[in-house]
T-cell receptor, first 110, second 113 residues
Framework: QKEVEQNSGPLSVPEGAIASLNCTYS??????FFWYRQYSGKSPELIMSIYSNGDKEDGRFTAQLNKASQYVSLLIRDSQPSDSATYLCAALAGYSTLTFGKGTMLLVSP | KAGVTQTPRYLIKTRGQQVTLSCSPISGHRSVSWYQQTPGQGLQFLFEYFSETQRNKGNFPGRFSGRQFSNSRSEMNVSTLELGDSALYLC????????????FGSGTRLTVV
């Protein structure tokens, strides 16, 4: 069974802090990884993708991948209250099937 | 450009009925996937279509089926509805594969009573 595991949270951080979100995956064959943000009552929105070991930065977001440890993380710098949402980690199995974690709820307090 | 469009947004059905949900992908996108989201199970993959062919199927009973038309629009059908089918059904599209991630529609909220 291919699985993606995330801490459900909530992860609470003060405004301006760095939020660190983590996930692990079981399928060593997965090559592509994604972070989606989902606001309450809304659909998931793709915010980051990462395909190779190391870091990938996009604005305030940095995704990190370690295939040897089967570990993916997302760092959000200068967290804002508008970042409060559930963050979903996903691994691509094969070429078209995304396996999602259950998500980590992030709460950023002003 | 227009995003992924799902209709209807909300549905209330009675146990035993069947339901059809519709999804129009982003123009040019040929891969359409369907997911079920519930508070307990999270997002679970139902099936994926590409060029009118089902390429992948998740671990759901045969009551869940889908199809894709030549214009890439897709429908999913659930027959003999059960209370446990109450969920948010999300459609997502991509150009051809999931390599660059999928774009999700707003979803259809199905309530079975």
């Amino acid at each position: 069974q291919k699985e993606v595991e995330q801490n459900s949270g909530p992860l609470s951080v003060p405004e301006g802090a760095i939020a660190s979100l983590n996930c692990t995956y079981s399928d060593r064959g997965s090559q592509s990884f994604f972070w989606y943000r989902q606001y309450s009552g809304k659909s998931p929105e793709l915010i980051m993708s990462i395909y190779s070991n190391g870091d990938k930065e996009d604005g305030r977001f940095t995704a990190q991948l370690n295939k040897a440890s089967q570990y993916v993380s997302l760092l959000i710098r200068d967290s804002q209250p508008s970042d409060s949402a559930t963050y979903l980690c996903a691994a691509l199995a094969g070429y078209s099937t995304l396996t999602f974690g259950k998500g980590t709820m992030l709460l950023v307090s002003p | 450009k227009a995003g992924v469009t799902q209709t209807p947004r909300y549905l209330i059905k009675t146990r035993g009925q069947q339901v059809t949900l519709s999804c129009s992908p982003i123009s040019g996108h040929r891969s359409v996937s369907w997911y079920q989201q519930t508070p307990g199970q999270g997002l679970q993959f139902l099936f994926e279509y590409f060029s009118e062919t089902q390429r992948n199927k998740g671990n759901f009973p045969g009551r869940f089926s889908g199809r894709q038309f030549s214009n890439s629009r897709s429908e999913m059908n659930v027959s003999t509805l059960e209370l446990g089918d109450s969920a948010l059904y999300l459609c997502a599209s991509s150009l051809a594969s999931g390599d660059y991630g999928y774009t999700f529609g707003s979803g259809t909220r199905l309530t079975v009573v």
